[in-house]
T-cell receptor, first 110, second 109 residues
Framework: EAGVTQFPSHSVIEKGQTVTLRCDPI?????LYWYRRVMGKEIKFLLH????????ESGMPNNRFLAERTGGTYSTLKVQPAELEDSGVYFC????????FGPGTRLTVL | RKEVEQDPGPFNVPEGATVAFNCTYS??????FFWYRQDCRKEPKLLMS?????NEDGRFTAQLNRASQYISLLIRDSKLSDSATYLC??????????WGAGTKLIIKP
């Protein structure tokens, strides 16, 4: 069975540009989560989808971040415009019970 | 105060040694507790869930003390392949996972 996949694996952009991260959850998992780890800090929750609905977006840092899950399958996380402090590793996870994590997208904002 | 606090590490131990990780959490309403393992530049993977009665999986033993809001992980007879970062994780019941910063373990031959 395929696990959680994320694309791209790495992204290097300049401050002010836009980046869109994609997550494909494990097939059949209704729950999808985004997390972020910035350098030297712990992993932080960003938001949680149940199917296509945002269940909890309390961890989203500001309105430059927009997450969508149209159709309740894959999800995208768009950062617009990107700032230096957005650099980090963005993990996606999906679950029915246990959360399974994708390999992450390493975002570098220059 | 951080919601989940762990030993800062790194721990450098010889192969075959016993290693103990400690973790405390601040939210007394926390409901579920886990240890995750993360290899360098990889995603975190669930190592064990932690129950009040304590649980064991081979060389790994996890314990939870709700009164003290304390979680532990013990690794016996450590192997080179145990080298990784160990993350203490807590769930308050709303699906959010609250993460500790992790403790890096380096097993030396």
């Amino acid at each position: 069975e395929a696990g959680v996949t994320q694309f791209p694996s790495h992204s290097v952009i300049e401050k002010g540009q836009t980046v869109t991260l994609r997550c494909d959850p494990i097939s059949g998992h209704d729950n999808l989560y985004w997390y972020r780890r910035v350098m030297g800090k712990e992993i932080k929750f960003l938001l949680h989808f149940v199917k296509e609905s945002k269940q909890d977006e309390s961890g989203m840092p500001n309105n430059r971040f927009l997450a969508e899950r149209t159709g309740g399958t894959y999800s995208t996380l768009k950062v617009q415009p990107a700032e230096l402090e957005d650099s980090g590793v963005y993990f996606c996870a999906s679950s029915q019970n246990e959360q399974f994590f994708g390999p992450g997208t390493r975002l570098t904002v220059l | 105060r951080k919601e989940v606090e762990q030993d800062p590490g790194p721990f450098n131990v010889p192969e075959g040694a016993t290693v103990a990780f400690n973790c405390t959490y601040s939210n007394s309403a926390s409901q579920s507790f886990f240890w995750y393992r993360q290899d360098c530049r990889k995603e975190p993977k669930l190592l064990m869930s932690v129950y009040s009665s304590g649980n064991e999986d081979g060389r790994f033993t996890a314990q939870l003390n709700r009164a003290s809001q304390y979680i532990s992980l013990l690794i016996r007879d450590s192997k080179l392949s145990d080298s990784a970062t160990y993350l203490c994780v807590v769930n308050t019941g709303n699906y959010q996972l609250i993460w500790g910063a992790g403790t890096k373990l380096i097993i030396k031959p």
